[in-house]
C-alpha cells in the first residue's frame, strides 16, 4: 500500500506520522545496540535484510492508486532480529523506496504503519502466544510462527490499509472487495511459503541467529 497527500485528508497522514515517530521511539530505545555493535555476523544479517526487503518491496503490482499489492518479508525479519530492529531496518527499507520514487513522502509513515508496524506486531503478538499457550515444539514454532504468522501479517497489512480508503471515502466497500480483497489469499499463501521456507533454513543450519528461537526448549528438551 503507498499513501499519499492527494488521496487521504491529512489527519490520516498525521496520525499515521505521529504512531509510528512514537513506535520507533520505542524500538530505538528497545533495540539491543550491544550486541548489534559487537557482533559482525549480525551487522552484516541485517544490512544484508535490509537489501533484500527493498528488493522484494520494489517488485509490487495493483490497478488503482494506493491499491498495490506486494510481498512483506517482515515475519521472518520479526523473528529473526525481533520487533525492534525489525522496524528499524524497515524503516531503513521503507525510506529506500521513497527515495527511488516506489512510496510517496506524504504518506510514507502511514504506509508505514499499514505494510510495516502492524505485520510485525500480529507477528510477535502470534509468536508471543506460541511462547506462553502451545507446546514448546519445533514444527509448532515452524508452522505456527512462520508459515501462519507470514499469512496474517499480509491479511493485517490489507485489511488495515482497505479500512483507511474506505473510511476516509477514497474507494467503496464494494470496489476495494474486488479489486483488491479478494486477491488477498493469492498473496497470503506465498507469502507464508517464503517466510517458512526462509525459517526453514535459518531454523536447520544456523538456529542461534534465529533471535526468538531457543533450541535447548524447542530441539535439546524435547
Given at each position: 500500500?503507498?499513501f499519499?497527500e ?6 490520516w ?11 520507533m ?5 528497545n ?16 544490512f544484508?535484510?535490509?537489501?533484500l526487503l ?6 509490487r503490482?495493483?490497478?488503482s ?13 520479526t523473528?529473526v532480529f525481533?520487533?525492534d530492529?525489525a522496524i528499524?531496518?524497515a ?5 529506500g ?5 516506489k512510496?510517496?513522502w506524504?504518506?510514507l ?9 502492524l505485520p510485525?506486531a500480529?507477528?510477535?503478538?502470534l509468536y508471543?502466544f506460541v511462547?506462553a499457550k ?6 509448532v514454532?515452524?508452522?505456527v510462527c ?7 501479517s499480509?491479511?493485517?497489512?490489507g485489511l488495515?490499509a482497505?479500512?483507511i480508503l ?8 464494494e470496489?476495494?472487495i474486488h ?5 488477498l489469499?493469492l ?15 535459518m ?5 542461534d541467529w534465529v ?5 535447548k526448549?524447542y530441539?535439546?528438551d524435547?
Open positions: 500500500m503507498s499519499s492527494g488521496l487521504l485528508h491529512s489527519y497522514l498525521i496520525g499515521g506520522a505521529l504512531t509510528y515517530c512514537m513506535v521511539f520505542h524500538a530505538v530505545r533495540a539491543p545496540w550491544a550486541a548489534l555493535k559487537d557482533n559482525r555476523t549480525l551487522q552484516h544479517m541485517l544484508g535484510a535490509t537489501a527493498m528488493a522484494l518491496w520494489s517488485m503490482a495493483g490497478i492508486p494506493g491499491l498495490g499489492i506486494h510481498f512483506l518479508g517482515l515475519t521472518i525479519m523473528l525481533g520487533w530492529l528499524l531496518s524503516t531503513v527499507a521503507l525510506i523506496m521513497a527515495v527511488v520514487g512510496e510517496s506524504d504518506g509513515l502511514l504506509s508505514g504503519v499499514c505494510s510495516v508496524l510485525v500480529s507477528t510477535w503478538l508471543r511462547e502451545m507446546m514448546k515444539n519445533f514444527f514454532f515452524l508452522f512462520g508459515f501462519l504468522g507470514a499469512g496474517l499480509a491479511a493485517v497489512a488495515s482497505s479500512a474506505v473510511l476516509d471515502g477514497v474507494y467503496t466497500v470496489k476495494i479489486e483488491y480483497v479478494r486477491y489469499p498473496i497470503m499463501f506465498p507469502e507464508g511459503l517464503m517466510n517458512g521456507i526462509f525459517l526453514t533454513g531454523l536447520v543450519f544456523h538456529p533471535r526468538t528461537f531457543d533450541a526448549v530441539i535439546d524435547q
